[in-house]
């Protein structure tokens, strides 16, 4: 069983348009989070999420807009996309606060703005 | 600003080698210091964690060392081979937020 999937793995589009990416964890956790991960590799953390509730959002632009239905599932909706989303965008899981360290990532959503 | 600066950016390693990789952290608030793997194609998964108040946790070939008073942990790769060869983060979480660092590109010459 796969403990956390995110769909699409691959997202091909032109700039101005919207998509979503959807992420689902079967782990029971109670955090969430999308990282953005650029040519160079870097990690970055955009949104944490603790049972459904925003709890960090890294000055995102508004373009990015998190939705977690419930605990399991966070999906992440882009507005207008720009060439600069072009990225691999994870997310995570983890128990919680004091188990943040022990994060189960997906395998990734490879977003090309053209 | 919170920091986790990660060193070397890539490392190549011959075979049965060893491979090492540096972090330096400077807040003292954070309460755990991992390090992921991550595989070409693949999301990062957690490989080693130590707690601040250990200063050294070995899990197979995987080994963390811990230096409180200079800021730093590092992760040794002994025997290090070619399945080794992936990216490795160092990170420190504090709160609901986890700071990675850079990234090291290890490759591992059979």
């Known amino acids: 069983d796969t403990a956390v999937s995110q769909t699409p793995k691959y997202l091909v589009t032109q700039m101005g348009n919207d998509k979503s990416i959807k992420c689902e964890q079967n782990?029971?956790?109670?955090?969430m989070y999308w990282y953005k991960q650029d040519s160079k590799k870097f990690l970055k953390i955009m949104f944490s999420?603790?049972?459904?509730?925003?709890?960090i959002n890294e000055t995102v632009p508004n373009r990015f807009s998190p939705k977690s239905p419930d605990k399991a599932h966070l999906n992440l909706h882009i507005n207008s996309l720009e060439l600069g989303d072009s990225a691999v965008y994870f997310c995570?899981?983890?128990?919680?606060?004091?188990?943040?360290?022990?994060?189960?990532f997906g395998p990734g959503t490879r977003l090309t703005v053209t | 600003q919170q920091q986790v600066k990660q060193s070397p950016q890539s490392l190549i390693v011959q075979k049965g080698g060893i491979s090492i990789i540096n972090c330096a952290y400077e807040?003292?608030?954070?309460?755990?210091f991992p390090w992921y793997q991550q595989f070409p194609g693949k999301g990062p998964a957690l490989l080693i964690a130590i707690r601040p108040d250990v200063s050294e946790k070995k899990e197979g070939r995987f080994t963390i060392s811990f230096n409180k008073s200079a800021k730093q942990f590092s992760l040794h790769i002994m025997d290090s081979q070619p399945g080794d060869s992936a990216t490795y983060f160092c990170a420190a979480p504090l709160g609901f937020k986890t700071i990675f660092g850079a990234g090291t590109r290890l490759f591992v010459k059979a």
């Open positions: 999420y603790n049972n459904k509730e925003l709890i």
């Open positions: 995570a899981s983890s128990p919680g606060q004091g188990n943040s360290y022990e994060q189960y």
């Open positions: 782990l029971g956790h109670d955090t």
């Open positions: 807040n003292t608030a954070f309460d755990y």
